[in-house]
Every structure is written in structure tokens, then in C-alpha cells.
Antibody, heavy 128, light 107 residues
Framework: EVQLVESGGGLVKPGGSLRLSCAASGFTFSSYSMNWVRQAPGKGLEWVSSISSSSSYIYYADSVKGRFTISRDNAKNSLYLQMNSLRAEDTAVYYC?????????????????????WGQGTLVTVSS | AIRMTQSPSSFSASTGDRVTITCRASQGISSYLAWYQQKPGKAPKLLIYAASTLQSGVPSRFSGSGSGTDFTLTISCLQSEDFATYYCQQYYSYPFTFGQGTRLEIK
């Protein structure tokens, strides 16, 4: 059974940092691209970042570029999101999500696909 | 970034109804569109990908259509468990973008 379990959320002051983790099990983690998606309280879904299976391709939303860093450790079946210079507008539930195998490869070699498995989410609250 | 616009934003329906939700992309995305269902306090669930392909385990009352810029999600006979919020998402290009959501409520 595929499982994604996020951790690391909590209350942090504006300007602070937080590192989220996502522990994966039930599938060959090293074969899949992974993503972070967030949802502010009462709002819709916002894609945050993607990382390819071997970390060769990494993408960020403009809203987090330069502040957040996505990474993965295939040996530990784990995905991470380092969040620095946090702002009130970063307050959200953060989900990790697996990119499924139905996607497509661009001529550049990067891969895009929908998200077939999601974790339960971890809440990040940025407030003084 | 490609803007995804859903309509309606919310509406009420009854069990047994046939409902259609529309999603429009600000530029062509071929068929690289997914639909998700989200219930309160839960993670989103993938329903449809490639605009019209049903994800494994999803009931056949759900269907999707469209390509280019205009897409629809249809639920042929609403069941009580279908009352939720639905999102479309394009995965044609980065940054991936979601529609604002359509909240389906019980009439």
C-alpha cells in the first residue's frame, strides 16, 4: 500500500525557517517524481514544487522561488521541503504528492504528470 | 503561468442528478488535465487524468472530456458521497496550476 506521511509542520514566526519531511512507503520511491502542494485555510490548492526521481529536474512556484528548497533522499525514501524567510501567506496545509506514471516527457527530458497519491498533510502556521 | 478557471464556483444539487463542471485554460494544454475530489479535512483524490481517463477505482459515474482549452467533468448520477469540492489541474507546463475549485453541495 502506498503511503506518504508528512511531518515537520508547526508554528513559526515571520522570517523563520521550517523543514518539512515526507516519508514514503509501499512503492519504489526512487522511480517517481514527487511534489509539494499547499492549501491555505479555506482556500484552494496551490502547487509549490516538483522534483524528478533523480533530482535532475526541480521546479518552484514563483511565490516560493528563492525561499524554499525541495530535495529528496532516495536511500531514505524521503522527500523534503526547506522553507526559509517564511511569511504569513505561507500559512497552509502542505501535502506531498506522488507524480503518477501516466504523464509525458518534454523534449528537454523533464516529466509532467498528475498526482495519484497524497499524504494527509502537515499544517504550517506563520504568525508572530 | 496558465490560468485555470472553473465554473460554477459552487452549486447545489440532489442525489440522482447529473452535474457538469467546466474548466477553461487560458491557453491550450492539449489533454494534460486532471480532476481531483477533495472532502473537508482530507487530501485531494485523483479522479481523472489525461482529460478523460478514469483513475483506477473511481466509479464509472464520473467522466471527463475536452482538449485544448475547454474541459468538463460530469457526474452522471450523484451519490451522497460525491458532495465535495472538485479541482481541475493542468500539467502541461510548469508552474502547474489548479482551478479555484467547485464546491458541490446538497440541495
Amino acid at each position: 500500500e502506498v503511503q506518504l506521511v508528512e511531518s515537520g509542520g508547526g508554528l513559526v514566526k515571520p522570517g523563520g525557517s521550517l523543514r518539512l519531511s515526507c516519508a514514503a512507503s509501499g512503492f519504489t520511491f526512487s522511480s517517481y517524481s514527487m511534489n509539494w502542494v499547499r492549501q491555505a485555510p479555506g482556500k484552494g490548492l496551490e502547487w509549490v514544487s516538483s522534483i524528478s526521481s533523480s533530482s535532475s529536474y526541480i521546479y518552484y512556484a514563483d511565490s516560493v522561488k528563492g525561499r524554499f528548497t525541495i530535495s529528496r533522499d532516495n536511500a531514505k525514501n524521503s522527500l523534503y521541503l526547506q522553507m526559509n524567510s517564511l511569511r504569513a501567506e505561507d500559512t497552509a496545509v502542505y501535502y506531498c504528492a506522488r507524480a503518477d506514471s501516466s504523464g509525458w516527457y518534454r523534449p528537454s527530458g523533464s516529466y509532467s504528470s498528475p498526482f495519484d497519491y497524497w499524504g494527509q498533510g502537515t499544517l504550517v502556521t506563520v504568525s508572530s | 503561468a496558465i490560468r485555470m478557471t472553473q465554473s460554477p464556483s459552487s452549486f447545489s444539487a440532489s442525489t440522482g442528478d447529473r452535474v457538469t463542471i467546466t474548466c477553461r485554460a487560458s491557453q491550450g494544454i492539449s489533454s494534460y488535465l486532471a480532476w481531483y475530489q477533495q472532502k473537508p479535512g482530507k487530501a485531494p483524490k485523483l479522479l481523472i487524468y489525461a482529460a478523460s481517463t478514469l483513475q483506477s477505482g473511481v466509479p464509472s459515474r464520473f467522466s471527463g472530456s475536452g482538449s485544448g482549452t475547454d474541459f468538463t467533468l460530469t457526474i452522471s448520477c450523484l451519490q451522497s458521497e460525491d458532495f465535495a469540492t472538485y479541482y481541475c489541474q493542468q500539467y502541461y507546463s510548469y508552474p502547474f496550476t489548479f482551478g479555484q475549485g467547485t464546491r458541490l453541495e446538497i440541495k
